[in-house]
């Protein structure tokens, strides 16, 4: 049973509708089933990565006014090249321009969904707030092996999402055509921007307001 609340808590950070989502479903339509997966995979690479800061015990850097500054600045730079990049291609291609395929390899993609994530300031947020409390309470209830195997259970409920995202963008693919593809892509771009305008306002208000 305390699995299983850790497994929902791994769906309730994967869930909620943003740019790592967002890649996915475009990577899906355009790529199949594998290119969106992999997003995942190279998202969940960076939930590991803030997860290890956590249980290690240096999350206070992340603390810092100067770095959490950074983070969401760079943050918004990264999201917003993103999608402009993704608007770009998908409106030469509406507009009638010849579409060349998508020749992404799976590595790039890896890096696409690590990238999107590790600079997601509300990724750092979540495992330092909320899984840095999780840990704060279990740790004073459980050995360290239980406390990984919790951990691992969170990944397992990321991981359920990541594969139903992949599945349903791949299995969408077949019902829609290039141009209604492309339209998704420039969605998909404008989510990411808007995501990354967001970050870049909270890096500004942080630096100038606070």
Same mark, same amino acid.
């Given at each position: 049973?305390?699995?299983?609340?850790?497994?929902?808590?791994?769906?309730?950070?994967?869930?909620? $509708?943003?740019?790592?989502?967002?890649?996915? /479903?475009?990577?899906?339509?355009?790529?199949?089933?594998?290119?969106?997966?992999?997003?995942? /995979?190279?998202?969940?690479? @960076?939930?590991?990565?803030?997860?290890?800061?956590?249980?290690?015990?240096?999350?206070?850097?992340?603390? $810092?006014?100067?770095?959490?500054? =950074?983070?969401?600045? =760079?943050? @918004?730079?990264?999201?917003?090249?993103?999608? @402009?990049?993704?608007?770009?291609?998908?409106?030469?291609?509406?507009?009638?321009?010849?579409?060349?395929?998508?020749?992404?390899?799976?590595?790039?993609?890896?890096?696409?969904?690590?990238?999107?994530?590790?600079?997601?300031?509300?990724?750092?947020? =979540?495992?330092?707030?909320?899984?840095?409390?999780?840990?704060?309470?279990?740790?004073?209830?459980?050995?360290?092996?239980?406390?990984?195997?919790?951990?691992?259970? /969170?990944?397992?409920?990321?991981?359920?999402?990541? /594969?139903?995202?992949?599945?349903?963008?791949?299995?969408?693919?077949?019902?829609?055509?290039?141009?209604?593809?492309?339209?998704?892509?420039?969605?998909?771009?404008?989510?990411?921007?808007?995501?990354?305008?967001?970050?870049?306002?909270?890096?500004?208000?942080?630096?100038?307001?606070?």
């Amino acid at each position: 049973m305390i699995i299983l609340s850790y497994i929902m808590l791994g769906i309730s950070l994967a869930a909620p $509708i943003g740019p790592v989502n967002a890649a996915q /479903i475009e990577k899906g339509l355009r790529a199949g089933f594998l290119h969106s997966w992999v997003v995942g /995979i190279g998202a969940m690479f @960076a939930d590991l990565l803030y997860m290890l800061i956590v249980f290690l015990g240096v999350s206070h850097f992340l603390e $810092i006014e100067g770095v959490k500054v =950074f983070l969401w600045l =760079f943050g @918004a730079f990264v999201l917003i090249y993103t999608g @402009a990049e993704s608007l770009k291609k998908a409106a030469n291609e509406v507009s009638g321009a010849r579409a060349t395929g998508y020749n992404h390899t799976l590595t790039q993609s890896f890096w696409s969904g690590f990238l999107i994530s590790v600079v997601n300031p509300l990724t750092i947020l =979540f495992w330092l707030g909320i899984y840095g409390s999780v840990l704060a309470k279990t740790v004073t209830l459980y050995d360290v092996n239980q406390i990984w195997l919790f951990s691992a259970a /969170i990944f397992i409920g990321i991981s359920a999402w990541d /594969i139903a995202v992949a599945i349903l963008s791949s299995t969408a693919r077949r019902f829609v055509n290039q141009k209604a593809i492309s339209r998704v892509s420039i969605l998909s771009g404008i989510c990411l921007i808007g995501f990354g305008a967001y970050f870049g306002y909270m890096g500004v208000s942080t630096l100038f307001i606070d």
